[in-house]
């Protein structure tokens, strides 16, 4: 088993920064592909950026567009993504998730387990 506690989202406002942390545990850290998606509600959940085991290698949405950084740190056991200049469309239920393999799929079936998320609201 592998929990995963998403911490660090709230109320922001246009243009304002949010770092979102995800803490890890119940496996190897180290050997996990971890990654963020989000779902806004009556809508399907989708990807929003991964990280691969060694941290070595990262990718994202086409919507984040430079806006988000994803990192991990593997002595923290800890999955971030540090959100700049947020907009409105950026609301919604931020999911961290991890891959045993260590595989980095967009695709949320490809993840094995999940957070139960942390909400983002940006106001305009």
């Known amino acids: 088993q592998v929990q995963l506690v998403e911490s660090g989202g709230g109320l922001a406002q246009t243009g304002d920064s949010l770092t979102l942390s995800c803490l890890v545990s119940?496996?190897?850290?180290?050997?996990?592909?971890l990654g963020w998606f989000r779902q806004v509600l009556g809508r399907e959940r989708e990807f929003v950026a991964t990280?691969?085991?060694?941290?070595?290698?990262?990718n994202y949405a086409d919507f984040v567009e430079g806006r988000f950084t994803i990192s991990r740190d593997n002595a923290k056991n800890t999955v971030y993504l540090q959100m700049n200049n947020l907009k409105p469309e950026d609301t919604a239920m931020y999911y961290c998730?991890?891959?045993?393999?260590?595989?980095?799929?967009?695709?949320?079936?490809?993840?094995?387990?999940w957070g139960k998320g942390t909400l983002v609201t940006v106001s305009s």
């Open positions: 998730a991890a891959n045993l393999l260590g595989a980095v799929p967009t695709n949320p079936d490809g993840m094995d387990y």
């Open positions: 119940g496996r190897p850290f180290g050997l996990l592909g």
């Open positions: 990280i691969s085991w060694s941290g070595g290698s990262q």
